[in-house]
């Protein structure tokens, strides 16, 4: 049974950083999947943050980029969200995706993904 659990989150200033982490289990080819990072602020609708795919070829909101850097280790099968320059418009809850489209690239809705975590809470104040 696939199972993703995220870590990582907390609160912090703005201009600050946070490392989001995903362990995966229950994935018999971790390296195959498309794995990726969504948050959902209050009020607003889940969106794309970052994704990876097989061969690590990533996508990023363009309101992340330049600021978070999404990483795959295939042997722990952990998926990391780096967050540097953290703005208060960043805060949400952050959750983890994996789908089987090992060549997934670009902008997806949440239900382009099948398997997700429990999310993580990331707060950012002024």
């Known amino acids: 049974q696939v199972q993703l659990v995220e870590s990582g989150g907390g609160s912090v200033q703005a201009g600050g950083s946070l490392r989001l982490s995903c362990a995966a289990s229950?994935?018999?080819?971790?390296?195959?999947?498309?794995m990726g990072w969504f948050r959902q602020a209050p009020g607003k609708s889940r969106e794309e943050v970052a994704i990876?795919?097989?061969?690590?070829?990533?996508t990023y909101a363009d309101s992340v980029k330049g600021r978070f850097t999404i990483s795959k280790d295939n042997t722990k099968k952990i998926l990391s969200l780096q967050m540097n320059s953290l703005k208060p418009e960043d805060a949400a809850m952050y959750y983890c995706?994996?789908?089987?489209?090992?060549?997934?690239?670009?902008?997806?809705?949440?239900?382009?993904?099948?398997?997700w975590g429990q999310g993580t809470q990331v707060t950012v104040s002024s």
């Open positions: 995706v994996a789908n089987e489209d090992p060549y997934c690239s670009g902008i997806y809705s949440p239900s382009a993904f099948d398997y």
């Open positions: 229950g994935f018999t080819y971790y390296s195959r999947f498309c």
């Open positions: 990876i795919n097989e061969i690590e070829r990533t």
